[in-house]
């Protein structure tokens, strides 16, 4: 298993503003994934964060609002930009295990916008 | 209609009780089958995975697919306080880790 921590844990920001979330992984991955999980419903997909290239998104979801970063194998950061209320939510990082094709998943982000 | 569907409860059983958690989905494509645990304030944390149908047991927990019905479970045996917590369904026909599609999670209340 991989074992994946993020930063911040938790904030609340006013509209209009920007945050970066960190993901840092223990060890070299290929593959890391954000999602969205808004109370009562599903996790979502927002993009898909690869080493050297540009991410991968989601319908629904775009580089200028969700700019993502994966500078190397264990590290990425999302944005979130010109934030509203309606992106208050838990923001999680993934990753999947090369070994078993398994995903784990970091604690989470618990995002507050007023 | 949703491609996986999950019950959102909340379901509460006393301790020591057999729990039952079940998903359906609508995809037939669908091959790789996940359970998902995750505490409040927690990221899920994967509790079992397994490919096509049958049965998978790890110490308390069996998960159970039935493909010809769409449907699946995860058992719980013995249920302590500490398994309360959501459950998250999630499947994928490819094991691309971008194709899962998650349920909206079950909370379980296991009570003293």
């Known amino acids: 298993s991989a074992v994946i921590s993020q930063k911040p844990s938790r904030d609340i920001c006013q509209r209009g503003t920007s945050l970066t979330i960190q993901c840092q992984v223990d060890s070299q991955v290929t593959m890391m994934f954000w999602y969205r999980q808004q109370p009562g419903q599903s996790l979502t997909l927002i993009a898909t964060?690869?080493?050297?290239?540009?991410?991968?998104?989601e319908s629904g979801f775009v580089i200028d609002k969700f700019p993502i970063s994966r500078p190397n194998l264990t590290f990425s950061t999302l944005t979130v930009s010109n934030m509203s209320p309606e992106d208050s939510s838990i923001y999680l990082c993934?990753?999947?295990?090369?070994?078993?094709?398994?995903?784990?998943f970091g604690p989470g982000t618990r995002l507050t916008v007023t | 209609q949703k491609e996986v569907e999950q019950d959102p409860g909340p379901l509460s059983v006393p301790e020591g009780a057999i729990v039952s958690l079940n998903c359906t989905y609508s995809n037939s494509a669908f091959q790789y089958f996940m359970w998902y645990r995750q505490y409040s304030r927690k990221g899920p944390e994967l509790l079992m995975y397994?490919?096509?149908?049958g049965n998978k047991e790890d110490g308390r927990f069996t998960a159970q697919v039935d493909k010809s019905s769409k449907y699946i479970s995860l058992f719980i045996r013995d249920s302590q306080p500490s398994d309360s917590a959501t459950y998250l369904c999630a499947m994928s026909a490819s094991s691309s880790a971008s194709k899962i599609i998650f349920g909206s999670g079950t909370r379980l209340s296991i009570r003293p």
């Open positions: 993934s990753v999947v295990s090369g070994a078993s094709n398994e995903q784990y």
């Open positions: 964060a690869n080493q050297g290239s540009e991410a991968t998104y």
């Open positions: 397994t490919y096509s149908s």
